[in-house]
């Protein structure tokens, strides 16, 4: 196990036997684990790694990982090597998804990998950001703590005769992406060589490429596939370059257990570019725009846009 991950040259598939506690109940079963970028999953057939056998076990983007020291007292664990997912949400005990190992080294190796999992990206960012400072490179960007004014702050409508507060979430959340969406059509300016102002408009037909869920030119089997190593759960998906029609892009879905792929046309009207997924009922000035409406709304889509196949393998 420590020698797989010391070899490879990419995240490597983690797999094997767990004891799993069954919900709601004192028993535990043996079951055969798979981990993928979008959580933990187990076999329902042996050991088969095909998606129509994988079940969903678990997620960690909005759960904890601790390790259980008492598990084989409390919860009648077949060993002492236990750990265990709680939900960031409020809930008790019952909500815990208990595993076990069979032993330390197995138990410290599928932690270490689930950490990586989650934590890997931060962890790359952190160790590269003084390397950058010393090339002259601007550093990567962390998300700031927020402070106790922040905190008190609320949500307030301007657009009218007379301000008002915004109590609603779904409303507060609603004018928050309009307003995002209104100051990225307004534009930038940026100096060019000469040090003349010069659009962004052609920035933001490749702005895109800096996204994690954009992948260059790659091919439809190979969009299935990196899919697949995720797990064929809803909502995971990746935007990629068309191969048989240039200048256009394609949205790559995982839904009901398949695979969809989805053209994102061009259109332009009066001068402009905009990108669309209806026929243009709904139009975007870049894909990024449009990833952040579909993560939000399903609109034409089987479902929302939830998880995507990050362009860096770690």
């Known amino acids: 196990f420590f020698q797989m991950f010391l070899s490879s040259s990419t995240y490597p598939e983690i797999h094997g036997y767990l004891h799993a506690k069954e919900q ?12 993928r970028r979008s959580g933990l999953y ?4 042996g050991t088969s790694k095909e998606p129509r056998h994988l079940q969903f076990f678990c997620e960690f983007s ?9 598990g084989k007292k409390i919860s009648g664990a077949p060993t002492n090597y236990g750990f265990c ?15 076990c190992a069979d032993d330390e080294q197995s138990r410290t190796c599928w932690m270490t990998a689930i950490r990586l999992l989650k934590y890997g990206m931060q962890l790359y ?10 090339s002259g490179c601007s550093p990567l960007n962390i998300t700031p703590m927020r402070s106790i004014s922040e905190n008190s ?13 915004i109590e609603n979430p779904t409303e507060a959340l609603s004018v928050a992406v309009e307003e995002g969406l209104a100051w990225r059509r307004r534009g930038c300016l940026r100096l060019n060589s000469h040090g003349s102002p010069i659009a962004m408009s052609n920035m933001g037909m490749s702005i895109h490429r800096s996204q994690s869920w954009f992948h260059h030119k790659i091919s439809r089997e190979e969009a299935q596939r990196l899919i697949l190593q995720h797990g064929l759960v809803d909502g995971v998906f990746l935007v990629r370059d068309s191969q048989s029609n240039p200048k256009t892009f394609v949205l790559s879905l995982s839904h009901g257990l398949k695979i969809k792929h989805f053209q994102i046309v061009p259109l332009e009207d009066d001068g402009k570019l905009f990108y669309t997924l209806d026929d243009g009922h709904t139009r975007f000035t870049d894909l990024i725009q449009l990833v952040e409406f579909y993560q939000l709304n399903k609109g034409v889509l089987p479902c929302k846009l939830k998880h995507y196949c990050a362009r860096i393998a770690l």
Do not use: C
């Open 125 to 134: 960012q952190n160790y590269m950001q003084p390397y950058q400072g010393r």
């Open 42 to 45: 187990f076999s329902t057939k």
């Open 85 to 99: 997912f709680k939900p960031n949400k409020s809930g008790g005990a019952r909500d815990l998804k208990q595993l």
């Open 62 to 70: 909005n759960s904890d990982m601790y390790m259980s020291l008492t």
């Open 153 to 165: 702050l609320v949500a307030m409508d301007f657009s009218g005769h007379r301000s008002r507060i």
């Open 24 to 35: 709601g109940k004192k028993s535990w079963k043996k079951l055969y684990f798979l981990l």
